[in-house]
């Protein structure tokens, strides 16, 4: 059975920093992975799916990377600002119906 | 094209009592799946429905839980006879009909159900 796991599961960083937000996996057979944004009491806002295929991808100052044989992905921020602060889930779909959630990286940029 | 509309977004209710939670996909998205947030857990697969069939409801409890997705309207949730456990956050997640590596899954701002 897949298990996601994101670390840290809490982070706190001054603004203008960048950081870099760690989820792995333990079984490599993907379809996709998708990092997800969620701000408390809301739903989640898709920031970035990356194919099983694909090595990275890139929208705006996010870039996540995905390394499937070490089963790996990262999310990195640069320059971070306070309106980034939310909890960052990462989602894999695993070719069966439905999407394996880590327990999300808490983020806070103190401006 | 509006998102995945969920409503309500708020929902009491005594030991007891039904839930009913709705879900409308996005436009053009003919698969709709449920989750549930549990406090300070991450989220869970309920069920997978296409129109009018369940494809995998292996993440839904035995008892008390059901979920449709009937030919018009939207996707229903129903939890009987609730419990202070199943007090959470439930998320509906809808996609396009095709899939494969590129699906993305859209997800709405989710059911928080209260058991009082």
């Known amino acids: 059975k897949q298990e996601v796991t994101q670390i840290p599961a809490a982070l706190s960083v001054p603004e203008g920093e960048n950081l870099v937000l760690n989820c792995s996996f333990t079984?490599?057979?993907?379809?996709?992975l998708q990092w997800f944004r969620q701000d408390p009491g809301k739903g989640l806002t898709s920031l970035l799916l990356?194919?099983?295929?694909?090595r990275e991808q890139t929208s705006g100052r996010l870039n996540a990377s995905l390394d499937k044989s070490s089963g790996r992905s990262t999310l990195y921020i640069a320059a971070s600002q306070p309106g980034d602060s939310a909890t960052y889930l990462c989602a894999v779909h695993g070719g069966a119906n439905n999407l394996f959630f880590g327990t999300g990286t808490r983020l806070t940029v103190i401006p | 094209n509006a998102g995945v509309m969920q409503n309500p977004r708020h929902l009491v209710r005594r030991r007891g009592q039904e839930a009913r939670l709705r879900c409308s996909p996005m436009k053009g998205h003919s698969h709709v799946y449920w989750y549930r947030q549990l406090p300070e857990e991450g989220l869970k697969f309920m069920v997978y429905l296409q129109k009018e069939n369940i494809i995998d409801e292996s993440g839904m409890p035995k008892e008390r839980f059901s979920a449709e997705f009937p030919k018009e309207g939207p996707s229903i949730l129903r939890i009987q006879q609730v419990v202070r456990g199943d007090s959470a956050a439930y998320f509906c997640?809808?996609?396009?009909?095709?899939?494969?590596?590129?699906?993305?899954?859209?997800f709405g701002q989710g059911t928080r159900l209260t058991v009082v």
């Open positions: 079984d490599s057979a993907i379809y996709n």
């Open positions: 990356i194919q099983s295929s694909q």
């Open positions: 997640a809808s996609s396009p009909p095709s899939t494969g590596s590129n699906t993305e899954a859209f």
